[in-house]
């Protein structure tokens, strides 16, 4: 048996197992949120280092955006829902994404329209209005309705359209030209299938967009891969999330888009949902525990400092444990971590062991930002609730 090296918890160390159940469990004051919207030190106007990184939506040096002649035009986050009101009589829905021509790289949101195609007829198809669009768990629907009636009664007026006959379907968004004359209009057309034999355990999509009449192009695009390697993407319910440094906020109305390379459709997929998955509403504990894997998985570990940077590259594989076991095939032990990296919670690394960093070679700042080492024995933190370690192969 190899001595236990300096830092690492020893075979028979474990980090304690909090007995409760996960509805009961309930986070201290402290385990607060990282603010969606705060700048971070040394980010003016909140604009990240490029328009695509940081791995939140898609993997690091990737592309989630719409581009035009090889420009980023726009890159999409959510789709916001917007009920009636005395201003709007009907309600409708937005497209909300990053205008990377703007100064400081500022959200902005233009309403989505749709074209019914008939699936026995060719032609240009029949206008509709959107009326809202969902994600029930991670399976996609949007809702819609005649352009002859305004929209309101749900019972009568309001059509569904889902996993089934989503093909039916082209959504249009209209972008007007920027005050600078930097970009002109642009017109996207989106189609939005599911992608057969997908995970169950996240719903994937293909979805491709054209502007005006031009080629399709994937979406999700990790660069470097072949066309049938293209990532899918999965829609999440009641959250938006900040491409800058992850922080999430729940909002009932929107539904975010990721592509399954990514950190969002990643620690889905890992099972840290943040809803409850027996009634799909939103649940703190579990939030917090998606909070921290969007920064675990990025090995963002001084975000809440300051430092956006993700110390890791793509394809590195880690361990990972939570308090309460509620990740997919994990559970609240330990033994298997032989080298434990940090603690997490959505505002980063709680505790780092820097000997144990994923990739050694990136180097962390001057003194890790004030992150203290992490107990020896481990043990679990009031915000620490997520732990991750170098992967270890089983032996032979």
């Known amino acids: 048996m190899r001595p236990t090296p300096p830092g690492e918890p020893g075979l028979n160390e474990s980090l304690p197992v909090q007995d409760c159940r996960s509805e009961t469990c309930v986070l201290p004051p402290e385990a607060i ?3 969606p919207w705060e700048c ?3 980010q003016p106007s909140c604009r990240p280092p490029e328009t695509n990184g940081l791995g939140i939506f898609v993997v690091e040096g990737g592309t989630y955006c719409f581009q035009v002649d090889g420009r980023p ?6 789709f916001a829902n917007i009920p009636a009101s005395t201003s709007a009589r009907s309600p409708s829905v937005r497209l909300m994404g990053r205008v990377p021509s703007r100064p400081g790289d500022l959200l902005g949101g233009y309403t989505v329209t749709g074209v019914l195609q008939s699936p026995h007829t060719s032609g240009t198809g029949e206008s509709v209005t959107i009326h809202s669009i969902q994600a029930e768990g991670t399976r996609f629907t949007v809702n819609y309705c005649p352009m002859s009636s305004d929209c309101i009664d749900t019972a009568t007026q309001v059509l569904q359209l889902g996993d089934e006959n989503l093909h039916q379907l082209r959504l249009r968004v209209s972008l007007p030209a920027d005050d600078g004359g930097r970009e002109g209009a642009a017109t996207f057309e989106v189609a939005v299938t599911p992608r057969p034999g997908a995970s ?3 719903r994937g999509y293909d979805v491709l967009y054209r502007e005006a009449t031009g080629p399709w192009v994937h979406h999700c695009d990790p660069r470097g891969v072949i066309a049938s ?4 993407t999965s829609f999440l319910p009641g959250l938006r999330i900040n491409s800058v440094n992850a922080a999430v906020e729940p909002v009932p109305t929107w539904t975010t888009i990721g592509c399954e390379s990514g950190a969002i459709v990643s620690c889905l997929d890992w099972g840290y949902v943040p809803w409850n998955p027996d009634t799909g509403v939103y649940d703190t504990l579990r939030g917090h525990l998606f909070g921290s894997c969007l920064q675990a998985k990025r090995a963002a570990y001084f975000v809440g400092r300051g430092d956006l940077k993700s110390y890791t590259r793509n394809g590195t594989r880690i361990d990972k444990r939570d308090q309460f076991g509620l990740g997919r095939n994990a559970n609240s032990q330990v033994e298997e971590l032989r080298t434990l990296e940090a603690l997490w919670s959505p505002q980063g690394a709680v505790c780092l062991n820097p000997e144990n960093r994923r990739v050694p070679d990136i180097a962390p700042p001057a003194g890790m930002l004030g992150v203290p ?8 933190t009031p915000t620490g609730k997520l732990a991750t370690g170098t992967f270890t192969p089983a032996p032979d």
Request: overall charge positive; proline content about 22%.
């Open 373 to 380: 080492p992490c107990a020896r024995p481990p043990t679990w």
């Open 200 to 202: 169950t355990q996240v």
């Open 229 to 232: 390697g293209r990532d899918a």
């Open 40 to 42: 971070p030190t040394g």
């Open 33 to 35: 949120p990282l603010s």
């Open 73 to 78: 035009r726009f890159c999409p986050e959510a």
